[in-house]
């Protein structure tokens, strides 16, 4: 045993709570952090799935031969937001462009009918094209 007088004993003992507490304190501030984080991701989430449900569906029929030789029609739909129409219009469109260039031909859109304006409602457009040779 040692021979340690009274004040060495109490300078351990305070040694010891001050490590006591730093490491409390290291505990906290990492929870502290966890929290924050969490908070974080909370939000992100929250914020992803709100732009989900404005972006909606958005859906296209196959292209059908119409009446006339060589003319075609396409229609698309979509739902959700202020743009659905715009998303209505671009996947007509890009659908009436891939049949052409499957082709090896390019699309030449005769008439565009739109329907649907309301916020929240399904917006259609429905395309009449033709397929062109490319110059």
């Known amino acids: 045993m040692s021979n340690q ?12 709570r001050v490590r006591e507490a730093a490491c409390a304190a290291r505990a906290g501030s990492r929870e502290k952090k966890r929290a924050a984080l969490l908070m974080r991701m909370r939000g992100v989430a929250a ?4 732009c989900a449900s404005l972006v909606g569906c958005a859906s296209s029929t ?7 030789p060589g003319t075609y029609t396409v229609a698309a739909s979509a739902t959700g937001g202020r743009m659905a129409w715009a998303r209505a219009h671009e996947l007509a469109m890009n659908e009436a462009r891939d049949y052409c260039e499957r082709r090896g031909m390019q699309s030449s859109v005769s ?17 009449r094209f033709e397929c062109h040779p490319r110059f």
């Open 62 to 68: 196959d292209v059908v031969e119409s009446g006339k």
């Open 111 to 127: 008439t565009e009918t739109v329907s649907g304006v309301r916020v929240m409602t399904e917006h259609e457009s429905s395309l």
């Open 47 to 50: 914020v992803a799935l709100a």
């Open 5 to 16: 007088g009274p004040d060495s004993l109490a300078e351990a003992r305070h040694t010891m």
